[in-house]
């Protein structure tokens, strides 16, 4: 297990964040996971890391804020929040994300305080705006605790728990006895960027998503979008891969091209509260209602944070058997559950477009990106998805069928 | 126990910090001891407590920086910690530390490394200097961790080493089964102002210390100074304690009037390293020679923080029947060893004169008060102390004899 433990550090700093000679590195951490960022640290030193600076955090410190702080708290970011995030940003530190959470750590908060807090993030725009261009190397990751590993096998025994959790995540980031995870993800990578140099190609105008569930979409790409997907570039062109696993390609919709129905295929856990049994309608792009079973107040102020916030900002492609469709688990977790299924996300778009990575946030607005300070990938995949490409020529393409990729 | 560690925390936020409606509360905590931490803040809360702010720290994290991380990390404070600090002393906000480490956490570590750190705690004089000024309320304490309690009970295994340290803290503070901390506390804090108030009356001009083990030390007063102990006031005139347990009474010595040799009678962990066996000249005030049988150069480190740090900064009796003293143990921590003997500081005084809580830096060395960077308590005290005070008019009155109070 400790071999396990220090092969998924050593695959983190050195593929998900690929820490350069003499650069800061930034770790979040739940203080209940400091063993394995421990791991992390003394494997970015191997690396040359100048300095490590922990980010930590706990569950229930955050909760005891949430239920008995003042409300007039969670209008503001505290000044050293700000120069942590802001000032790492940056001097182009990287910044490891290990997310480790009750995925209902939140219930019962108030939800307008978790509203209040989304709009306060405008004051970390600094570090939020490096981060969605890709300016420093991020990296988020998960490893299991109690809460979230019986919320993911209830029916288990706590310990038996962590360890089914631990080795699905294992799994899903290709850790394995005696393999070379560095090596393993070299592959990876590698088909990602073939089916998203095929995307590109192929240059659609659109893309339209139909499933028995109810879904029936039209989603518009902006002219000079491009799909993404596997690793990135931070600006001095280090490559890096920005979440772990990750099976997905990526790009940008038109921001006031989208029309139709979508029906969430998986809860959706944001924000320490969970959403399901959730649809939406979209009118030139706008999310115009909601419904959901179970959440739908905590999903309303989540398209309320900003007036982005209602629009959408990513269109992601996974097929549905993709490994970590197949492990047949819900993880409760976005990192996990975004990479089981084709998912879209409400808010911020990343700059998916020629040259983005460069343009300001008002040339990103003009060439049709949304822009908000949240952004909350949420899932649609289903074994029967059909998504047909339109091309600017009317010529149409069949990308899914029957929830796989048909390209 | 989990009764006894939430009458702790009670004891800590109510009596220690005396936290105020709409206050705000900065907890420095090892992330293995969040347990604790946790009921601390909750504790907070239902005083009031606007919001818990942790500033968490870890052994391992911290020595692997010291080790491995740039040297020109050390010359500087990073901007996050300067804003958490110098923000929230200007502000008024309370200040926990929970104080639990292994003692020889910095062994082997380049004493240049701590040298230029401390150095560099200049960039946050603004909480240094009113956290010495009791602007706001701040308190030490310590809970146990199991290299601390393995390094002061080397005998046992593990688990015992924790359960008798913990018993050991939980009597030197009063906490006891069925019992009442808080009336405790306040029963044993007019015993200590008793104290004060009767060094008061005498106004010794200098106290001449003698004992065996070859110490022979003439300290000389400022003719305002003031001998506190027990609990202190902010600049709110909210009654807090500064560190728990204490048993001291405590002055500023002049700092250019200190003639003699000291002799070390206990073991100091300083910055993560134990220095023993020490003796000290001293020549109008200044250290001029210091020898010691373990970690001298760390000693000579730490007296080179800056000019102040090689002149002394605090005189503190206490009696050779202190109940932390005949506990009998050493505890590795200077929040308990000193308050098992007779100790002085070399590096900052407190503002212990008349007026001086609102006295300008300036105006505090026109009164003869030590400044520096560093502030380190150090061990004294013997069962043959004998302390005599000379007063203005030359009289003599012996203070401690045999090691114990005699006035």
Redesign the interface.
Known sequence: MQEKLKEYARLIVEVGLNIQK?QDLVIACP??C?YF??LC??AA?ELG??????N?N?D??TR??YL???PE?FDHI???????LN?NAKAGSAFLHIRATDPENFKGVDPDRLLRNSKASVEIAEYRERAMSNFFPWCIVSIPIPSWAKKVFPEMSEGEAMEALWQKIFDAVRVADGGDAVSAWQEHLSKIKNRSARLNELHFKALHYTNSIGTDLTVELPENHIWMGGSEFDHKGVEFVANMPTEEVFTAPLKTGVNGTIVASMPLVNNGNVIEGFSMELKDGKIVSVKAEKGEEYLRKAIEVDEGAAYLGEVALVPYDSPIRLANVLFYNTLFDENASCHFAFGNAYPCIEGGQDMSKEQLIEAGLNQSLTHVDFMVGTSDLSIVGIKYDGTKVSVFESGMFVL
Do not use: F, H, N, Q
């Open positions: 003499g203080v209940d400091a960022a421990r640290a003394t030193y890391c100048r300095e490590v600076i922990m930590w706990d229930y410190i005891e804020k008995k702080a003042s708290v505290s000044p050293w929040v700000k120069a942590l000032e």
